[in-house]
Structure formats: C-alpha cells, structure tokens
T-cell receptor, first 114, second 112 residues
Framework: KAGVTQTPRYLIKTRGQQVTLSCSPISGHRSVSWYQQTPGQGLQFLFE???????NKGNFPGRFSGRQFSNSRSEMNVSTLELGDSALYLC?????????????FGPGTRLTVL | GESVGLHLPTLSVQEGDNSIINCAYSNSASDYFIWYKQESGKGPQFIIDIRSNMDKRQGQRVTVLLNKTVKHLSLQIAATQPGDSAVYFCAVYPNTGNQFYFGTGTSLTVIP
C-alpha cells in the first residue's frame, strides 16, 4: 500500500507570493492533518480535514488555509508569504478523525521563502 | 493544551548498546502516545504507540514505557544499529484536546 505523498518536495518563493502544497493520503484514509516543522519550534499543528471539512485548527494566522477534496486529497495554501514561513510542511493521514489514532506522515514539502 | 519536552537534545551510543530516549508531558489527561523516527530529509516514521491503559508495549527491538504518575514516556531501542541514527520525538494526544502535541526531538547518533 502506498504511503502518504506530498508534492512538490521543494519550493522556493519570495516574500509576498502565495503557495499551494498538495497531499495524497494513504488509500482508505479520510483524515489529513497538516503540520509546520521548524528547527526551533518542532512540529506545530496547522489544521485537520476529514470528509472535506476542517475539523480542527491550530494557532496560525488566516494566511494559512486548506481544503480537502472528495477523494481525500488535501491542499494547503499560504498567502502573502513571510520569511518566517520557511519550514518543512508535513501532512499526515489517519483512518478516522476525532480522538487518538495512528497517524502516518508524508515526506514533507521544504518551503524556502526569500 | 499540552506541553511536551525531551530530556536530552542529543544522544550518542555505541553500536550494539541499548538506547533510551525520554519524553515528559504535562497534561494528565493525555491518553495516547506515539514515538516517531525522522531521518534527515524524510518525514517522520511511525515506530510504536501506546495508550494510557498500558504501561509497556514492545515492538521489534523497541519498547515504550509509560509512567502516568510522573507523566513520563520512554523509548528503548535494543542493540542499537547505525541505521537507528535519526531524530526521535514523541507525540502526545490529550483526551480533552483535538490535536497531537510533539516534543522537539532527540538526535540519536550511533557510533560504529
């Protein structure tokens, strides 16, 4: 069974631009969570989608948004990029939503903002 | 919420020795825990999990111990191999919350 895939793997943008990242969960998994990983902060929760609905949201500004499609694939968008948005963005998929459950990560998208 | 900390940011062990990586959490309502391994340039890899109704769980060469009294979690790796070199971090899920909280990770280096 294929794992979680994320595209693109690397991205370089300049301040003020916007970016869209994509995540395809493990087949059969309907929940996708997004995280930002930086050396100083570790993994920070952005949001979770299940059945095309945002179920939970972390403490990030409104510039960070996402959506999920009927096939469970998810996209994350960051608008008006700032230097501090440079990070590894990870998505993780789970079979269900709500409560504690196994969560599997993709390889991440490395975003560099210049 | 939840606050998760790791006791050591780095750990070096000789090949063949056992490794112990520790994690402390703050919320006594936390009831599900996962250990992840992250190699350079890769996403976190699920190693083993444990729920709060257990004190110990074993996998292949790994054991997770949970001490709910002192809110402490540890990962033991037996007969550590060079391929075990990576960053390890714990993820904690409070039953009163809606997200995982992560430690910042311990970088394990295995010396051949």
């Amino acid at each position: 069974k294929a794992g979680v895939t994320q595209t693109p793997r690397y991205l370089i943008k300049t301040r003020g631009q916007q970016v869209t990242l994509s995540c395809s969960p493990i087949s059969g998994h309907r929940s996708v969570s997004w995280y930002q990983q930086t050396p100083g902060q570790g993994l920070q929760f952005l949001f979770e989608y299940f059945s095309e609905t945002q179920r939970n949201k972390g403490n990030f500004p409104g510039r960070f948004s996402g959506r999920q499609f009927s096939n469970s694939r998810s996209e994350m968008n960051v608008s008006t990029l700032e230097l501090g948005d440079s990070a590894l963005y990870l998505c993780a998929s789970s079979l269900g939503s709500g409560g504690a459950r196994e969560q599997f990560f993709g390889p991440g998208t490395r975003l560099t903002v210049l | 919420g939840e606050s998760v900390g790791l006791h050591l940011p780095t750990l070096s062990v000789q090949e063949g020795d056992n490794s112990i990586i520790n994690c402390a959490y703050s919320n006594s309502a936390s009831d599900y825990f996962i250990w992840y391994k992250q190699e350079s340039g890769k996403g976190p890899q699920f190693i083993i999990d444990i729920r709060s109704n257990m004190d110990k769980r074993q996998g292949q060469r790994v054991t997770v111990l949970l001490n709910k009294t002192v809110k402490h979690l540890s990962l033991q790796i037996a007969a550590t191999q060079p391929g075990d070199s990576a960053v390890y971090f714990c993820a904690v899920y409070p039953n009163t919350g809606n997200q995982f909280y992560f430690g910042t990770g311990t970088s394990l280096t295995v010396i051949p």
